[in-house]
Structure formats: structure tokens, C-alpha cells
């Protein structure tokens, strides 16, 4: 079996859980608060869209900080387990990126079939979906990224090197999501044109993966404690 | 053929294996022994690839196994602590070598847990020293690796489990022949198994040869304690046990047939001497290493 369909193995039940989990926090938000007053925010893309990234945030630091162990001594080379958390974590990353407009798609459709959008409610279209899509996804690999390296630096250096390390370590998660986050109504903010986000995002999120390989091909697999 | 060139490790400026070369034939059970601190996990983790050579190189079958996929795949290191995540079921981490272990036995596994009586619903952070030893003993043998590493893998065992572990080694070694390198403080417990012994002290090899030529090179002398003492008068006595007026003595190096013909007529008896005695007398002492040469 590839090590990213074992990851996919590994993780369905925590991801599936974890989906659960957002939907029925939607359903039971949307509902208490249109009942009280029209919505004029949304809450799938401010609260859940926060949610995912640091649950991301977390993923990738389990990925580092115990399955690059767990793999490595099950005969997987680090190279190999590094390119299949890769397409492992990109993949789930565009899957919840892709759930984002989806859900925002169906809770816009609901409070406007049900009369309880306020005027100011972001209204989903196509476009909408399109850049909510194209801001949440290189936020996600910003976060990914910086979860990686939270790990790896811990994982590879004393702690003298490693904490201060942590700064550099969350510049990707800074820079995605300073530059491509959502105001508070859950509208895309516009520090800089998107174009330049986009590029800034990428190429920090690059530099982050080519620093997080250096961080990790050859790290000793220490044993633990006890 | 397992070969290693120059191998060394270093933390820092502590050098843990020091410029060790070492050719090892496939399919040999090898006991590797050194005292705390010698050096031997660091030479094992090098040997399986969880770290790489600060110098020096480890080739399998002739391809360099550092991040080798095939020689990874081909090799199993169990260490004294499990390298699972506390919060995984045995299940969950059986589950895993099953999906990525290419030669695992999910039924000899299953055996195996029966036979350690490990409950695979529990938690590795349930589980006692002892069974998570155990534990490490069955992804060790169920992986079928042909290079299986063991390293102090009975910490903990009781004396029963021990015994299934080295019976299971042993059948399973004759049933699925492979190299086996088991590392061991528990010497004379394991001795019987091992077909070569290589000694490490201080991070270097003392020593390396079969175990019936190490056997062989001491002799155990048992009689009345004032022959004994004549006889060994003269050579490298490793160590004495008195019972009442009978002595036994551990003498190092090889006896001459004319003196062991002497010492039977005067009533001594000859036997082979320990490993333990001799890795013992071998790196007690920096002095030995000319002798172990």
C-alpha cells in the first residue's frame, strides 16, 4: 500500500469525524441565530474556514512529529514518506478547500429560500465560490506547511535551536493568512490585489516546503522514552 | 552481505562508533555484545538506516542502504521501546505493518499475540514494559525482514515470556531462514542461538568470529582445588567457584592436548567456557584489546 493511501486509511475516520462535527456546528449556528435575526454573515466561511486551517495546522504536525517515525520504521524511506504526506495533505487540503464555496453554496441557498439573509449577507455565485476557493487553498498549504515545520524543527533540534526556530517556521501560516484571509462578515479582505497575494502566499509556502525537506531527509528516527 | 566501511557515528564530540568495518554474511544469527554506552544502538541504528553515517558507509547486497527503498523495505529494527503512538490499539499498529511491510505474517502475528497474550483491542499506553516488549518481538518476527535487527527487545519479559520469545526466534529463523543480529545484556540466555558474535566496546570491534571458535577460546577446568590450582598456576584465569573441596576455573586462551591429557590423569575435568565469561574478561578492561586481537 502507498504511504499516502495508508494516511488516507489513518486519518478517514478522524476527517470524516471531523466534517460531522463542522456540519452539525453550521446547522445548529444557522438555525438559532436566523431565528432571532436575518444573518448577515457567513458562518461557514468565517468559523468553519478557520477551523479547518488549524485543524490542518495539527494534522501536520501529527504527520511529522509521529508518522515520519511510525512509517520510517516500517521500512518507508523519509523520501517516500515525505512525497506521499505531500499528495496525502494536498489532496485532503483541496478537498476541504472545495467545501468551502460547496457549504457556502447551500447555507446561501437556504437562508434565501427561508427569507433570513440580511441585505449585507455575502451572497454565493459562481464568482464568489471561485475566489473563496482560490483564497482558502493556498492558505490551507500555508498552514500545512508551517505545521510541518513546528514539528521538524522540535523534532530535529534542541530545544535552544529548535524554539527559536518556530518564528521562521510560521511565516507560511502567516503570510497565507494575513494575505488571503476573510474579514469578519466572511467577505475575502484585500490587504494586496489577489494576484499578488497569490504569488506571495506561493512562494513563501515553496521556500517553507524546500526548508521543511532539508529539515527532515535525513533526520535521525529517535526512539522514545519509556 | 552486509558490509559496512568505515562506519562511524558521532553526537556532537562524542564519538558513539568509531571507523568500524564489518562484513557480515546473509542468513547468520549474530549476537552483538558491548556493555551500556559501547555503542551497539547507535551501530544498529545506522545499520537499518534511522540514522545516517556521520562517516563511513553501510552497503546491503552491495547498494548503499541510507534512504535505499529497497533495503529499508528489507529490514526491520526493533528497538527497546515500541515505536508506535501510545494512543494506537495493538490492532491499529499491526494494521500498519500489514499495509506496509511487504513479507508480514498476519497469521503467524496472530499466533504470536496468543502466545504473549496480548489483547489487541488495548492501547499501547496500556500496555506493561513487558508487553510492549513483547509487542516489539512480534512486529520484529511477523515482519519476515531478511535483516532483522533486535535490540534488547526482553526488557521487561518475565522469565517465561523470554523463553517463548527465543523458542519463536529460533523456530522461526529455521522455518524463514534471514540474518538476524540480536543485541542482548542477557548473554548466556541467548548464547545457544547465536552462530557468530561480534563484541563492540567503546565504539569500536573488539572482536568478531564464530561462537564456537570465541567458545573455544577458554576452557573450563573442574577438579579437586589443589590440582585445579596447579593447573592454572601460570595461565589467565577469568574466574573461580569453590563447592566444598571441589574448584571450578575459567582459564582464557587454548590448553594444549598434552596439558589436558595431564589434567585428566590428575583427575580434572575440561568443559567449554561461557560467553558471558568471556565477554566479561574481554571488555572489562582497555587492556584486553591486544588480547581480543
Known amino acids: ?226 | 552481505m552486509i558490509e559496512l566501511r568505515g562506519l562511524t557515528v558521532r553526537y556532537g564530540d562524542t564519538v558513539a562508533v568509531d571507523d568500524v568495518s564489518l562484513e557480515l554474511p546473509s542468513g547468520v544469527v549474530y549476537g552483538l555484545l558491548g556493555r551500556n554506552g559501547s555503542g551497539k544502538t547507535s551501530l544498529l541504528s545506522a545499520l537499518a538506516s534511522y540514522r545516517k553515517p556521520s562517516a563511513g558507509s553501510v552497503r546491503v547486497d552491495g547498494a548503499e542502504a541510507f534512504e535505499n527503498p529497497a533495503v529499508m523495505r528489507a529490514t526491520t529494527f526493533i528497538r527497546d521501546t515500541v515505536d508506535a503512538s501510545d494512543q494506537d490499539r495493538i490492532r491499529r499498529v499491526l494494521c500498519l505493518a500489514a499495509w506496509l511491510r511487504p513479507g508480514w505474517d498476519s497469521d503467524y502475528a496472530a499466533k504470536l499475540l496468543d502466545l504473549f497474550q496480548l489483547d489487541p483491542r488495548k492501547r499501547v499506553s496500556a500496555l506493561s514494559r513487558g508487553q510492549k516488549s513483547a509487542l516489539g518481538v512480534v512486529l520484529g518476527l511477523a515482519a519476515r525482514a531478511p535483516l532483522t535487527i533486535l535490540d534488547e527487545v526482553y526488557l521487561g519479559m518475565d522469565a517465561v515470556a523470554r523463553t517463548a520469545f527465543y523458542r519463536e526466534l529460533l523456530a522461526d529463523y529455521l522455518a524463514h531462514p534471514r540474518t538476524i543480529v540480536l543485541s542482548t545484556h542477557l548473554i548466556e540466555e541467548v548464547a545457544d542461538l547465536f552462530e557468530r558474535v561480534i563484541i563492540i566496546d567503546r565504539g569500536r570491534v573488539l572482536l568478531h568470529e564464530e561462537a564456537d571458535a570465541l567458545r573455544g577460546r577458554g576452557v573450563t577446568v573442574t577438579g579437586p582445588v589443589a590440582a585445579v590450582d596447579e593447573f592454572v598456576a601460570g595461565r589467565t584465569v577469568l574466574g573461580e567457584r569453590s563447592l566444598g573441596g571441589v574448584r571450578a576455573a575459567t582459564v582464557y586462551g587454548s590448553v594444549p592436548p598434552a596439558d589436558v591429557a595431564r589434567g585428566e590423569a590428575a583427575g580434572l575435568t575440561f568443559g567449554p567456557v561461557g560467553l558471558q565469561e568471556l565477554f566479561v574478561h574481554l571488555t572489562s578492561s582497555s587492556q584486553h584489546l591486544e588480547v581480543a586481537r
Open chain 1, 1 to 226: 500500500m502507498s504511504v499516502s493511501a495508508a494516511l488516507y486509511r489513518i486519518y478517514r475516520p478522524v476527517l470524516l469525524g471531523f466534517a460531522g462535527v463542522l456540519v452539525l456546528a453550521e446547522i445548529v449556528f444557522v438555525a438559532v441565530v436566523s431565528a432571532i435575526v436575518p444573518v448577515k454573515f457567513s458562518m461557514w466561511v468565517l468559523v468553519i474556514g478557520s477551523a479547518v486551517r488549524y485543524w490542518l495546522l495539527v494534522v501536520a504536525i501529527i504527520l511529522v512529529a509521529t508518522n515520519l517515525r511510525q512509517f520510517v520504521t516500517n521500512g518507508i524511506t523519509r523520501r517516500e514518506f515525505a512525497l506521499g504526506a505531500a499528495l496525502f495533505s494536498a489532496g485532503t487540503a483541496a478537498l476541504l478547500a472545495a467545501l468551502m464555496p460547496a457549504g457556502h453554496a447551500v447555507e446561501s441557498a437556504v437562508l434565501s429560500l427561508t427569507h433570513r439573509q440580511a441585505a449585507d449577507y455575502p451572497s454565493f455565485t459562481a464568482l464568489v465560490g471561485l475566489e473563496e476557493f482560490g483564497r482558502i487553498l493556498p492558505g490551507l498549504l500555508g498552514y500545512l506547511v508551517s505545521g510541518g515545520l513546528f514539528a521538524a524543527v522540535v523534532y530535529r533540534y534542541p530545544p535552544w535551536i529548535g524554539v527559536p526556530l518556530l518564528i521562521p517556521a510560521a511565516v507560511p501560516l502567516a503570510v497565507s493568512g494575513g494575505l488571503l484571509g476573510f474579514d469578519e462578515y466572511g467577505i475575502p479582505s484585500h490587504p494586496v490585489a489577489y494576484p499578488l497575494a497569490l504569488v506571495v502566499s506561493v512562494v513563501v509556502t515553496a521556500a517553507g516546503v524546500a526548508a521543511l525537506w532539508w529539515t527532515i531527509r535525513d533526520v535521525p528516527i529517535r526512539r522514545l522514552a519509556g
